[in-house]
């Protein structure tokens, strides 16, 4: 039984959408997958929606999706890379559940992240150097919104996912 949500946050490549899989399976609650829920309500890709309307749009939209899954049974959700942009989503993911940060070196994520062509962030800027920077400029928001960090390098998401059961359950965030 979960009594609480479970956001995932961290940067694009961190693990986020696959450990969030493996936690659904074993907890057995809904997943929320934030980029997929946009891209649907939208009726477009996440290029489309930067490209058409611009990365402020997006965060709008993004910031009314994270509000309105306050309404939802407790869920599992897979956050978009730059959901703690907004001071907003942080509160709000703060009030409404767990917040549990996977965290990723740069090379571990551009290793994950190299061949995608649907993240407009790293758009022409496909290489460690910048995935460093961008991230050190997220790190502390990352931080500040975190409860639990769980370091990803060289896991295996069923690792990453039962730390994350193992760490919430001593909190008696969940039982199993
Ligand atoms: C973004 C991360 C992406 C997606 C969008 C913006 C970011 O999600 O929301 O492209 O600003 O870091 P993933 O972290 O799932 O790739």
Same mark, same amino acid.
């Given at each position: ?6 956001? $995932? =946050?961290?940067?694009? !490549?961190?693990?986020?959408? /696959? *450990? ?9 609650? %809904? ?33 009314? $999706? =994270?509000?309105?899954? !306050?309404?939802?049974?407790? /869920? *599992? ?9 907004? %001071? ?33 962030? $790293? ?54």
């Amino acid at each position: 039984m979960m009594k609480e949500n479970i956001f $995932l =946050i961290g940067f694009m !490549g961190a693990g986020k959408s /696959s *450990v969030a899989r493996a936690l659904v399976e074993q907890l057995h609650c %809904p997943l929320v997958e934030m980029d997929e829920q946009i891209v649907k309500e939208q009726g477009m890709s996440i290029n489309e929606i930067f490209e058409k309307y611009g990365e402020d749009r997006f965060r709008e939209i993004e910031s009314q $999706l =994270i509000l309105a899954l !306050g309404s939802r049974q407790a /869920s *599992v959700i897979s956050c978009g890379g730059g959901v703690v942009v907004r %001071p907003e989503n942080t509160e709000y993911m703060k009030k409404s559940g767990r917040i549990v940060y996977l965290q990723a070196s740069p090379q571990t994520v551009y290793d994950r992240v190299k061949n995608s062509n649907d993240r407009p962030i $790293l758009k022409g800027h496909m290489n460690v150097e910048y995935i460093a920077q961008l991230m050190e400029k997220r790190r502390a928001l990352y931080e500040a919104a975190a409860e639990l960090t769980v370091v990803t390098d060289g896991k295996s998401t069923k690792e990453i996912a039962g730390e994350i059961i193992g760490r919430l359950e001593e909190n008696n965030e969940v039982q199993l």
